[in-house]
């Protein structure tokens, strides 16, 4: 462990032992260089239960009372970073080609199914939103799932409320047409319209327990999420996705992930883009 004043003493033997846990319980792998990242987020926790040690907070975990405590180590430990249209190539192929392309395809049905695993604050659902806004009459039924493992960013992400530093990237028309003022007194944060809302439905999901959602979906997000779990897992995930997704559906990865070892029931469609295979 790197030797540095710090408020709790922080044995490599709390380290390891705690990634052990983030692995149980998320499915998450912590390496090595991870851990003044979890120094930092879980002496937060120490500090909000009045508990003195990395070794009382360990104890907390493992005890019977574990249960009331769970959700909040998960919270503290899930990555969660996202942005409002995130790797816009995904955004502009959904857009332009996707979506009217399963227009054609559901034209009898006229629905479409999409989820969006990992949502974090929701910034990609609701850049899913605004998409299939744009494109697909508002006759169709359309739903959006967002799951995410952490209830604190699920909440946000059903608030719909952001900072507007947020959305200074996004594109004014975009956010004039999409967004507007939370409250009169209030010109530091935005709210997403109410019919982008209408189409999301945010639940709390562990990608590694059961699923309920029956299928089939056309497409599925599941962007940088994948790059955290190992190769058995990985493998077990995309294999999921696949017995969920319709004929033809779509699976959009992060940038730094790819299919290659991981399954052959995809091939690739576009930049980290896949499409199900015919089997």
């Not at 705690?18 to 692995?23: A, D, F, H, Q």
């Not at 499915?27 to 239960?49: A, P, T």
């Not at 227009?103 to 949502?119: D, E, K, L, Q, T």
Request: charged fraction near 30%.
């Amino acid at each position: 462990m790197p030797h540095q004043k710090r408020e709790f003493s922080f044995a490599r033997k709390d380290f390891n032992r705690l990634c052990e846990l983030v692995n149980e319980h998320t499915g998450i792998q912590l390496g090595d260089g991870k851990e003044d990242m979890l120094y930092g987020r879980i002496s937060r926790r120490l500090r909000q239960l009045g508990l003195p040690s990395f070794a009382a907070y360990i104890q907390l975990l493992e005890s019977d009372r574990a249960e009331e405590e769970i959700e909040d180590f998960v919270n503290a430990v899930t990555t969660n970073l996202t942005s409002f249209f995130r790797e816009k190539h995904h955004f502009d192929y959904l857009r332009d080609s996707l979506l009217p392309e399963l227009m054609r395809r559901n034209r009898v049905s006229h629905r479409i199914r999409i989820w969006s695993a990992g949502c974090s604050t929701g910034e990609e659902p609701y850049s899913i939103a605004m998409m299939v806004a744009e494109v697909v009459p508002k006759d169709w039924d359309v739903k959006i799932l967002a799951t995410d493992l952490d209830t604190d960013v699920l909440a946000h992400g059903e608030r719909g409320v952001y900072d507007i530093g947020r959305v200074e990237s996004v594109d004014k028309a975009t956010v004039k047409r999409w967004f507007m003022k939370n409250r009169k007194d209030d010109p530091t944060h935005v709210k997403v319209r109410p019919e982008l809302q209408r189409l999301i439905h945010f639940r709390q999901l562990n990608l590694l327990q059961p699923w309920p959602m029956k299928g089939p979906l056309d497409i599925i997000f599941c962007r940088n999420v994948i790059i955290y779990f190992d190769v058995p897992t990985k493998q077990m995930l995309v294999n999921r996705y696949a017995d969920l997704l319709g004929e033809g559906g779509h699976l959009f990865l992060g940038h730094s992930e790819a299919m290659h070892n991981i399954s052959n029931r995809f091939t690739l469609s576009g930049k980290s883009v896949y499409i199900k295979a015919n089997q």
